[in-house]
Nanobody, 116 residues
């Protein structure tokens, strides 16, 4: 399984970015997919997940600002990020999980930097 993350960059406070995660296998073949982030000196944390049934969960810090969506035609899972804050600065990782295999798959990280 290959996960290819893209879309990171540098924005100013209040700006918008969309991260995209392209999977080498059907996004519906995973029990869930999601996005994690890791800020310098911090542990990697889960911030958004979507199950193969379409249920979503969000970390409290991003609720109302970020949305995780699927694009079936493109076989991608994206993270739409609005009203970005300096605290959102981190490396963002795409993740996919298959319960039957007990396997986590990771994309390469993509840097998001929010400056004031």
């Amino acid at each position: 399984v290959q996960l290819q993350a893209s879309g990171g960059g540098s924005v100013q406070v209040g700006g918008t970015l969309t991260l995209s995660c392209a999977a080498s296998e059907s996004i519906f073949s995973f029990d869930f997919m999601g996005w994690y982030r890791q800020a310098p000196g911090n542990q990697r944390e889960s911030i958004a997940k979507i199950t193969n049934a379409g249920y979503t969960t969000y970390h409290d810090s991003i609720k109302g600002r970020f949305t995780i969506v699927r694009d079936v035609a493109e076989n991608t899972v994206s993270l739409q990020m609005h009203v970005l804050q300096p605290g959102d600065t981190a490396v963002y990782f795409c993740n996919a999980y298959r319960r039957a295999e007990g396997a986590d798959y990771w994309g390469q990280g993509t840097q998001v930097t929010v400056s004031s």
